[in-house]
């Protein structure tokens, strides 16, 4: 149980489209899904909490305006790169709380290049 | 500043060789603790977890963990490593304990396995 399936693992976009990245909680409902971003040989680095129903939280140095959160319903929530470049270029991987005991499940990531 | 610190970026050890990887935190209450392994271009799966109790925490693949309250550390242990142990290991931190909060991540220790 507790699986987190995140899609699509990899995509390469033109600089300038923008990509949209799905974190699905298949046999939980998530209220609460971080999104990572991580870089070559870096650590995981929190860029926002995604509350269903409400507006995402985001870190400090990270533009909303971007990188756009929407967690409409207890089961998703999506990251969407806007007008993407090649800075954007990462590793994103999204986690969701699993239960009151802070079970975080990851999704397996998903490899963004901006070409 | 507020902060999760694992010294050793690189570590090479032998196969059937115990390994020890460190790692220290800096925030004021104890907090929640973690151990992820992540593969190449793979998400992470969670080793180990520290919420209270006995300071030592048994986890997944033979690992185990030692709580030092005094020390701030989450030592990350395994008695005799297999190739298959090489990747790349994260300590994580939810720093307010907590089902809701986010984990704060250390900059990863990799491992390498010489047979």
Redesign the interface.
Known sequence: GAVVS?HPSWVICKSGTSVKIECRSLDFQA??M?W?RQFP??????MA?SNEGSKATYEQGVEKDKFLINHASLTLSTLTVTSAHPEDSS?Y?C?A?R????G?T????T?LTVV | AQSVTQPDIHITVSEGASLELRCNYSYGATPYLFWYVQSPGQGLQLLLKYFSGDTLVQGIKGFEAEFKRSQSSFNLRKPSVHWSDAAEYFCAVAPYGGATNKLIFGTGTLLAVQP
């Open positions: 995140q209220t609460t971080f990572y040989k870096q650590s995981l680095m929190l909490t590793f991987i986690s709380i239960d009151s005991q802070g975080y990851f999704g397996s990531g490899r």
